[in-house]
């Protein structure tokens, strides 16, 4: 990497998947890149339903144990509270009252992260044991790669495992 | 902030308000004050629960959202434990056991930061979407702040998120 | 420690007992040591329940409160998985996952842990609370240890809190 040695680095694992955890992910990834930091970000177990290219819940992989786990984890608006989460209601009623406070929602902050020119990696060895492919997953995704790799880039920044 | 270039630093994102993982977070706290190291909490979403003025649960907030959502998360005398809380039997016997073997509460380890000389510090966005406002939290809270301002402040800190 | 100047230095704090969050803590420790890192795993809370000897689900300590909270937490082979859990049927299918794609299972990344040189240490506090003994716990742990001594030795390391 060509940066500034002074430049400012955070490298976030993402791995849980849960909705207020990834609001929380993105929140301090966009504040961080918009302060002129150099922001990784790091999906890997349940954070990488965050990726997922189709929004509904999709059976990704090819045998069934994966089938059925892409399923129950679901993509982007299917994301469960980590407490309270009601079935699925509260993650709804939460967007609410974001949106209602002008606060950015998650998708909001997916597509605020990539325009800021945060790096979004997906965790190879989670790829595989999930069956998830890089074509299942969005656009925004620049790079696989396993943890050695996050671990070498990480080297001088702030690593937050969320 | 006037510091010694040494003065070691910690910084805590205290995310989630599960009772353990509170207990976790301030026991990491002021550990670390007691060893001359300087700390700053950084309350959010969930963890604004163990900053709420009113032991009880109390509905605040003015829309019908928040005050279910704040009348469902309680204070601090009701964060549940992450796992096998038991519709919250488990923290109190948990506190018996802390008790037992002379290990500080958390209500005492709250006390202890503040007497450290800990910053707690309130996310503005959390008490915006939850319509939690600063009078409706305890005094000990120093300030009101937003992730860019945590991230400039934390830069020389480790930062870890619970 | 005599190390030299530039060893990096990873330190983890393995709060989380689940299943999930303990194969990411280890497979970040791994691939640390692997590459060169000096790593320690600081056990703590539910993630004790990784080190204790026995594989199954023992009624551990004195009172009846922690033998209780011992037998319900369990061992390694008992690590719940921290979302999709059905009462234990998920670790099992997810080992299987991890096998069928020759990816290292739980018992395999601690024995590799061991022989990388990670150093794993044993929260003394937690034991105290959860009445957990020395000879209750697995030969590899090398130091039971408190959380000052945790962060003294971990100054010029990353802590990453799971």
């Given at each position: ?10 490298s976030?694992?993402c ?5 207020d955890?990834?609001?929380?992910a993105?929140?301090i990834?966009?504040?961080a890149?918009?302060?002129n930091r150099?922001v ?10 965050a990726?997922?290219?189709k929004?509904g819940?999709?059976?990704t ?5 994966a089938?059925?786990?892409?399923f129950l ?6 994301l469960?509270?980590s407490?309270?989460n009601?079935?699925?209601a509260s ?12 606060v950015a929602t998650l998708?909001?902050?997916?597509e605020a ?5 945060i ?14 492919g890089?074509?299942?997953?969005i656009?925004?995704?620049?790079d696989v ?8 880039e990480?080297?001088?920044a702030h690593?937050i495992?969320?």
């Open positions: 990497m060509n940066l500034p040695a002074d430049k400012k680095k955070i976030i694992v791995f849980s998947g849960d909705f955890k990834m609001v929380a993105f929140t990834a966009t504040g890149a918009a302060t150099e990784t970000m790091f999906f890997t177990f349940w954070g990488l339903n990726l997922k290219k929004k819940r999709v059976a992989g090819n045998s069934i144990m089938r059925v786990f892409n984890m679901g993509g982007l608006n299917n469960p509270l407490r309270l009601f079935f699925g993650p709804i009623l939460m967007t609410g009252m974001m949106k209602k406070h002008n998708p909001e902050l997916v992260a990539h325009a800021l020119g790096r979004i990696v997906a965790c190879e060895m989670a790829m595989h044991i999930l069956e998830v890089k074509s299942d997953m656009e925004e995704v620049q790669a396993g943890v050695a790799t996050f671990l070498n990480s080297e001088n690593i495992f969320i």
